[in-house]
C-alpha cells in the first residue's frame, strides 16, 4: 500500500482516516481537508460568492431571543469559518449591529455589491 494519510495537524495522531472529501482524527476529533482539495466556497442566498471582509445584509428576520434582526440589517466585515469551526450550519462569524458578534448562515444573507 503506498497511500499513507498524514498525521493529524492538530495532535499528530496517526490514526488518522479518510471520510469523503476530508481527513479525521479519532483521537481529538479534527476534520480537514486533504492537500490538493478545492477549498469550500461559501455562496449567499441568491448565489454569489462571499469572500472575508465583504458586507452583506440579512434576507429575512432572525429571532435572537426577544429581539429579532430585521430584514436589510446591513452586517461589515464577515468572517468566513472553516467547517471546523461551524456551530451546526453557521459558517460565517460578524458583528451584528446592535446584536454584538454572533454566527450566521450563508443561507439568510446577500452579499453588497461595491
Known amino acids: 500500500m503506498t497511500d ?5 495537524p492538530k495532535c499528530s495522531s496517526p490514526y488518522t482516516y479518510e471520510d469523503g472529501a476530508l481527513l479525521i482524527c479519532p483521537e481529538c476529533a479534527h476534520e480537514w481537508a486533504q492537500a490538493g482539495e478545492a477549498a469550500h466556497i461559501y455562496r449567499d442566498a441568491v448565489g454569489n460568492e462571499l469572500a472575508d471582509g465583504d ?7 432572525l429571532k435572537v431571543g426577544n429581539n429579532a434582526i430585521k ?3 446591513k452586517v461589515k466585515g464577515i468572517r468566513l469559518l472553516p467547517p471546523e469551526e461551524w456551530i451546526g450550519d453557521h459558517d460565517i462569524s460578524a458583528k451584528v449591529p ?5 454566527h450566521l448562515k450563508t443561507s439568510v444573507v446577500k452579499k453588497v455589491s461595491d
Open 71 to 73: 430584514v436589510g440589517t
Open 55 to 61: 458586507t452583506v445584509t440579512v434576507v429575512k428576520d
Open 4 to 8: 499513507q494519510l498524514p498525521p493529524c
Open 98 to 102: 446592535g446584536f454584538g458578534p454572533m
